[in-house]
């Protein structure tokens, strides 16, 4: 569905060029969900407004390629990415009420976006935003439709987002952070929603988030940021059983219920984009790092079936070493 290879974003800033996402590769198949996890900062956000190449100046693309049902997104003309956005990938963000126009209905809003697409006629728009919103579990929904979006809680609003979102019949949904702004019941519902919708709907989903708590609830595979790097990439049961990399590890141990509060586990913080350490970029916040860290930018390492790490200490030995593998 989904093939992003050696993604390369940056921004260009009077200090010099900072790598926002630095050398990104994933895929995504047909109905799968892959989470992506990582701090604040880690290249989550420009990595989907670069699927969707909506990457404003001074940022740019500088590099890789993004294929999309065999069409690569990045060698198509404006208009056909306009196309391409809202019908066939669908961007559903963290902030609900800065996505919906506050002057217009949400019913108004829906119906204009199936309308653009020729998703429907003037004749059945307004049953077909009924059943949309339905479709996200909206009570009341030909009422609702009627609303305007500050009338709506913000649980509401994100349901109307994902019914906006679903109106064209997208194979992609990118979600990011789309539950970080309401309160954990309102959350556990949009997820559970989102879910069942993407497994009806046979949705492809990328799922952004920095909480692993999530990913371990919805996520088929996980890929986890650090410093613009995705740095283990994996089956979501195998990385979170059996972390590979140090960072994956910490950003485990400091689940809430695993010990300690949110984070707090790794010491330091996340190194500027404009300063990254050279070697590893974990190196000065490692607890296992190694001599060659602060030098080697480490190369993905296959740990297991489908599942790779950056990271030395899987390094093969030397030839001709005794190392124990
Ligand atoms: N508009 C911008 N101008 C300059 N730098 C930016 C801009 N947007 C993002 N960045 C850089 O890209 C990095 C990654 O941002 P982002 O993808 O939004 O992180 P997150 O993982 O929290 O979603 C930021 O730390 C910042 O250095
Ligand atoms: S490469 Fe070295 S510094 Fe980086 S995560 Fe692995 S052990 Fe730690
Ligand atoms: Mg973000």
Redesign the pocket.
């Known amino acids: 569905m989904l093939d992003v290879a050696h993604l390369t974003t940056v921004f260009d800033l009077p200090a010099g060029p900072i790598p926002a996402v630095n050398d990104v590769s994933f895929s995504i198949a047909p109905g799968e969900t892959l989470g992506l996890v990582g701090e604040s900062g880690s290249g989550k956000s420009v990595t989907a407004m670069s699927i969707m190449r909506l990457v404003q100046p001074p940022g740019r693309i500088a590099g890789g390629r993004i294929a999309f049902r065999g069409r690569d997104l990045l060698s198509l003309t404006e208009s056909e990415m306009r196309a391409v956005r809202g019908a066939e990938i669908a961007l559903i963000f963290q902030e609900p009420m800065t996505a919906l126009n506050p002057v217009f209905t949400v019913g108004d809003q829906i119906a204009e976006t199936l309308l653009v697409h020729r998703r429907a006629t003037k004749a059945d728009v307004g049953g077909r935003v009924v059943a949309l919103l339905e479709s996200v579990r909206v009570a009341n929904a030909a009422l609702r439709a009627g609303d305007y979006p500050h009338q709506l809680s913000g649980g509401q609003r994100q349901r109307v987002l994902i019914a906006m979102a679903l109106a064209c019949r997208p194979s992609l949904i990118i979600a990011d952070e789309p539950t970080t702004a309401l309160d954990v019941t309102i959350q556990a519902e949009i997820l559970d929603l989102l879910r069942e919708r993407q497994r009806t709907l046979q949705l492809s989903l990328l799922l952004i988030t920095h909480d692993l708590g999530i990913i371990a609830e919805i996520a088929d595979r996980v890929a986890v940021m650090y410093a613009g790097r995705i740095v283990e990439h994996g089956p979501v049961r195998a990385v979170l059983r059996h972390p590979q990399?140090?960072?994956t590890r910490g950003l485990l141990a400091s689940m809430p219920g695993r010990g300690g509060g949110r984070l707090q586990a790794i010491e330091g913080v996340v190194p500027s984009l404009g300063a990254l350490p050279a070697g590893?970029a974990?190196?000065p916040r490692?607890p296992?790092?190694?001599a060659a860290?602060a030098t080697i930018v480490?190369a993905a390492f296959t740990v297991g079936p489908s599942h790779e790490a950056r990271?030395?200490?899987h390094r093969e030995p030397p030839a001709g070493s005794h190392g124990a593998r």
């Open positions: 990399h140090p960072y590893c974990f190196h490692c296992d790092r190694l860290c480490p990271c030395l200490l």
